[in-house]
């Protein structure tokens, strides 16, 4: 039945690649997507299979509950956007100012739905029972994964897949981790609280640029002299806001940045310093520095067994020729919270576009959509090999 149903997912693929373009001309923010996931609930009424929305927020499941008995599998797809201004110059570029699919949830969401409307007409000899999950912000903390959990909407599924377009692995080449994946994601801001005045008179003044340049370049020490060279973890500040004119010393200054680590103690010790640090530049310069430490998504481990399955069932698809166990990537996911419920496992589909590489989060990402029947064929092989 496979070969039947990789059939008429490649035979599916224009509809597929129109799906994902219209999704990328309207994109929405996390935690904003009601208009998208009206979208994907329409999808499903058209369709007749049963769904529930509002699950966990904006969150869309659908079920198909196949003709034969088997265990119950959600496949999930994610389906919010970044803040980011679309530059690409293609016919199907964002039509919302400062927001685009930067990251490949557009493609997520069309492969899903697609698969969905494939396998309806398949369902009399399908085992078990598929669920459709279309989840709603992964990109911004505490994101969608969690409070889907916390409905219980998911409280009967027996395992979980999901995969990521990979924009930065070539066409045809599959990657996963029988163990870690992914690593956790927290973000931190600290607030200096200086004394202003006038740029000709430092001495009368608690510079805050200075006291907060300070602070940067101290985090950067964390992961250089106070952590194991063995070990990993990233301390990176995106954002550093301060200062209103030219000759004035700075009243205040805001940096913002995030840690990524792969183990539970590296991110306690990594929190631990940042601690000392600020309160050591804040004694030493006798001004108020404040810390705020938001945890975000934790690493995403795989299920070894349920990982070599995908690796296993993949071999069935022509179009991936290579398979890689890969050690850990730096970038977050809240696909880590089901794998911590339920057994699963989260892969890469290589998406690569041909003379346009950029990387996830660029003002300029794309994806080569041949690669989405790929993700949808490695799904449903998933599905059916833990059905066995």
Same mark, same amino acid.
């Given at each position: 039945?496979?070969?039947?149903?990789? #059939?008429?997912?490649? $035979?599916?693929?224009?509809?597929?690649?129109?799906?994902?373009?219209? %999704? *990328? @001309? !309207?994109? +929405?923010?996390?935690?904003?997507?009601?208009?998208?996931?009206?979208?994907?609930?329409?999808?499903?009424?058209?369709?007749?299979?049963?769904?529930?929305?509002?699950?966990?927020?904006?969150?869309?499941?659908?079920?198909?509950?196949?003709?034969?008995?088997?265990?119950?599998?959600?496949?999930?797809?994610?389906?919010?956007?970044?803040?980011?201004?679309?530059?690409?110059?293609?016919?199907?570029?964002?039509?919302?100012?400062?927001?685009?699919?930067?990251?490949?949830?557009?493609?997520?969401?069309?492969?899903?739905?697609?698969?969905? #409307?494939?396998?309806? $007409?398949?369902?009399?000899?399908?085992?078990?029972?598929?669920?459709? %999950? *279309? @989840? !709603?912000? +992964?990109?911004?903390?505490?994101?969608?994964?969690?409070?889907?959990?916390?409905?219980?909407?998911?409280?009967?599924?027996?395992?979980?897949?999901?995969?990521?377009?990979?924009?930065?692995?070539?066409?045809?080449?599959?990657?996963?981790?029988?163990?870690?994946?992914?690593?956790?994601?927290?973000?931190?801001?600290?607030?200096?609280?200086?004394?202003?005045?006038?740029?000709?008179?430092?001495?009368?003044?608690?510079?805050?640029?200075?006291?907060?340049?300070?602070?940067?370049?101290?985090?950067?020490?964390?992961?250089?002299?106070?952590?194991?060279?063995?070990?990993?973890?990233?301390?990176?500040?995106?954002?550093?806001?301060?200062?209103?004119?030219?000759?004035?010393?700075?009243?205040?200054?805001?940096?913002?940045?995030?840690?990524?680590?792969?183990?539970?103690?590296?991110?306690?010790?990594?929190?631990?310093?940042?601690?000392?640090?600020?309160?050591?530049?804040?004694?030493?310069?006798?001004?108020?520095?404040?810390?705020?430490?938001?945890?975000?998504?934790?690493?995403?481990?795989?299920?070894?067994?349920?990982?070599?399955?995908?690796?296993?069932?993949?071999?069935?698809?022509?179009?991936?020729?290579?398979?890689?166990?890969?050690?850990?990537?730096?970038?977050?996911?809240?696909?880590?919270?089901?794998?911590?419920?339920?057994?699963?496992?989260?892969?890469?589909?290589?998406?690569?576009?041909?003379?346009?590489?950029?990387?996830?989060?660029?003002?300029?990402?794309?994806?080569?959509?041949?690669?989405?029947?790929?993700?949808?064929?490695?799904?449903?092989?998933?599905?059916?090999?833990?059905?066995?």
């Amino acid at each position: 039945m496979l070969t039947d149903i990789f #059939k008429a997912i490649d $035979a599916a693929y224009p509809e597929m690649v129109e799906r994902r373009r219209y %999704l *990328h @001309q !309207h994109p +929405e923010l996390s935690f904003q997507e009601t208009k998208t996931a009206a979208y994907i609930a329409q999808f499903y009424e058209d369709l007749g299979l049963p769904y529930e929305k509002n699950v966990g927020g904006n969150g869309v499941i659908a079920t198909l509950k196949g003709g034969k008995p088997g265990k119950t599998v959600a496949l999930r797809a994610d389906f919010d956007a970044l803040p980011i201004q679309d530059e690409k110059d293609v016919p199907y570029r964002s039509t919302v100012d400062g927001v685009m699919h930067a990251c490949g949830h557009d493609g997520h969401t069309s492969t899903l739905l697609t698969l969905a #409307k494939v396998m309806t $007409a398949y369902k009399d000899n399908v085992p078990g029972t598929i669920v459709f %999950l *279309h @989840q !709603h912000a +992964e990109e911004y903390a505490p994101g969608g994964a969690k409070p889907i959990i916390e409905s219980g909407a998911l409280d009967h599924v027996d395992a979980v897949f999901g995969t990521h377009l990979w924009a930065t692995t070539p066409l045809g080449v599959l990657e996963t981790s029988k163990d870690v994946l992914m690593a956790g994601a927290d973000r931190f801001e600290i607030n200096v609280q200086g004394q202003g005045g006038h740029g000709a008179y430092p001495h009368e003044t608690k510079d805050a640029i200075i006291i907060a340049t300070q602070l940067i370049t101290q985090l950067q020490h964390i992961v250089s002299r106070r952590l194991d060279p063995l070990e990993t973890a990233v301390v990176t500040v995106g954002q550093f806001e301060a200062g209103n004119a030219f000759n004035i010393i700075a009243d205040t200054a805001h940096i913002k940045g995030t840690v990524r680590y792969l183990k539970p103690e590296i991110q306690a010790l990594v929190m631990s310093e940042m601690e000392k640090i600020v309160k050591g530049v804040s004694t030493s310069h006798d001004v108020e520095c404040t810390l705020n430490y938001f945890k975000g998504y934790p690493p995403l481990v795989n299920n070894a067994n349920e990982a070599g399955l995908v690796l296993e069932a993949s071999k069935e698809i022509d179009a991936i020729h290579t398979r890689n166990e890969i050690i850990p990537v730096m970038g977050g996911e809240d696909f880590a919270y089901y794998v911590m419920d339920k057994p699963g496992a989260y892969f890469f589909t290589g998406a690569q576009l041909e003379g346009h590489e950029y990387p996830h989060h660029h003002p300029m990402f794309d994806f080569d959509e041949q690669a989405m029947p790929i993700a949808a064929k490695t799904l449903i092989s998933a599905y059916f090999a833990y059905q066995t």
